[in-house]
């Protein structure tokens, strides 16, 4: 018998969690539980954005009469996904033994949830009771009743308004030209801010990029659109990083050396650039000098970048080599010689290996009164040969030398005299006489 009974109550069991899922009315019970959600609004409903929540009353009736005792369960959560309602924390109530014509009630407070990311449109959230055991196994038992139903609307979510474009905002390193005129000099970080605070943001031509070559003036422009329009920015960048070339025209040679007279003419220079070009000074040379001596030519120029360039020569400018005097003059001695004849300055001057004979390359002759007492100590040597050609200075192709008459004062014996010979490039000859 017991076994028997315990077979049917089995398929009562089945029977009721069949209609349960079903969500119609058990016939096969005197007694039936019914769930109600939230009695102040039966088949309620509410709206609730992603991730928002509410709480929730139901109630539920077992009405009729039961035999013994029975218990059953309810869900306390439910939370909507995106596949439906999920439901969780289930809580038990028990029913006690009552007759046939009563009702009792059961209370139980829920929560309903939205997930994030949910679509928007309307949810029916279904409620009922499941897990029902009867403690007696024949007589009126409790089963499932009616389910009751929760609308869950989540809104579609207002699209944001934006009735402004993006800024724009290009981002330059070094942030300002480092040269003349709008160049820059050094090597240039183009990158850009874009912001949009009210809507999304696509852009073009906004990548960040680095000119490190000499460019002329190029464009870079961004372009960026949100929902509040397009805007765009442009920024102008030309580099030059490159000082000019310089080219000397004409002039002396980098490490030469040119007896005085023979120097190359001044030269000049020309400078090019290939990018930002020369500025209003153009090539600019100084230092030049023909005289005898180390020189130092310098060429500069400048493009309209600031960027400067420099290139120098160095060259010596050599002296002449003067010989002489020749006989009957002595140098380092103190030549002797009667006062009012004429002395015979015999002389020789080279560039080089080559020769002067042109009267044009002496620069002067000089004759100055001394102190005698400054030459004491120096040796003496009398002059014994006078001159009888003319007195004026000229070359003697004969000997192959210069010759400069001079003729001293007369009546100025116990004087003494230096005379001295200059050369167009400044070398000297000189001797000292005392007139007897
Ligand atoms: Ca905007
Ligand atoms: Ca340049």
Redesign the pocket.
């Known amino acids: 018998m017991k076994k028997r009974m315990g077979i049917r109550g089995a398929i009562a069991a089945a029977a009721a969690l069949l209609l349960l899922s079903a969500g119609t009315v058990a016939h096969a019970s005197d007694v039936t539980v019914t769930a109600v959600v939230d009695a102040t609004a039966p088949n309620g409903a509410v709206i609730l954005e992603p991730g928002e929540s509410t709480e929730v009353t139901v109630n539920l009736a077992v009405t009729g009469n039961q035999v013994g005792t029975a218990t059953f369960k309810v869900y306390t959560k439910w939370t909507l996904t995106a596949g439906g309602f999920v439901g969780s924390e289930p809580t038990q109530r028990t029913v006690s033994p009552q007759s046939g014509g009563t009702t009792s009630s059961y209370t139980v407070s829920a929560v309903v949830e939205v997930a994030e990311g949910v679509a928007p449109q309307a949810y029916i959230l279904t409620v009922g009771v499941f897990d029902i055991v009867n403690s007696n196994q024949t007589g009126a038992k409790l089963a499932a009743g009616d389910k009751a139903t929760y609308t869950v609307t989540v809104p579609e979510v207002a699209p944001p308004t934006d009735s402004t474009p993006p800024s724009i905002e290009p981002v330059l390193d070094p942030s300002a030209p480092d040269g003349s005129n709008d160049w820059y000099k050094s090597d240039v970080s183009l990158s850009w801010t874009v912001s949009d605070p009210d809507s999304s943001v696509t852009t073009t031509g906004c990548e960040p990029t680095i000119i490190t070559v ?1 460019q002329f003036a190029t464009d870079y422009t961004c372009t960026a659109t949100s929902a509040g329009g397009t805007a765009s920015q442009t920024v102008t960048i030309k580099r ?5 070339q310089i080219e000397w025209v004409g002039g002396p040679s980098e490490g030469a050396e040119y007896y005085f007279g023979s120097v190359p003419a001044e030269p000049t220079c020309e400078a090019t ?4 070009g020369i500025d209003g000074d153009g090539c600019v040379v100084s230092g030049y000098s023909a005289a005898v001596g180390p020189h130092e030519l310098a060429a500069t120029a400048t ?1 309209l ?1 600031g ?1 400067k360039a420099g290139q120098t020569v160095d060259y010596e400018v050599l002296a002449w080599t003067l010989k002489g005097f020749y006989q009957p003059v002595d140098l380092g001695t103190l030549n002797v010689v009667k006062s009012g004849s004429t002395v015979p300055l015999k002389f020789e001057v080279f560039a080089g290996e080559t020769e002067f004979t042109d009267v044009s390359a002496i620069d002067t002759f000089k004759v100055g009164v001394i102190d005698c007492g400054s030459l004491t100590g120096v040796p003496t040597d009398d002059i014994e040969q006078y001159s009888t050609g003319a007195t004026v200075l000229r070359y003697d192709t004969t000997g192959g030398q210069f010759i400069q008459n001079w003729q001293t004062p007369k009546g100025k014996a116990g004087s003494c005299y230096q005379v001295k010979l200059v050369t167009d490039d400044g070398s000297a000859l000189t001797a000292n006489f005392r007139l007897k």
Do not use: E, K, Q, V
Not at 240 to 244: E, Q, V
């Open positions: 000499d030059d990083g490159t000082a000019p650039d290939a990018t930002s493009d970048a960027n």
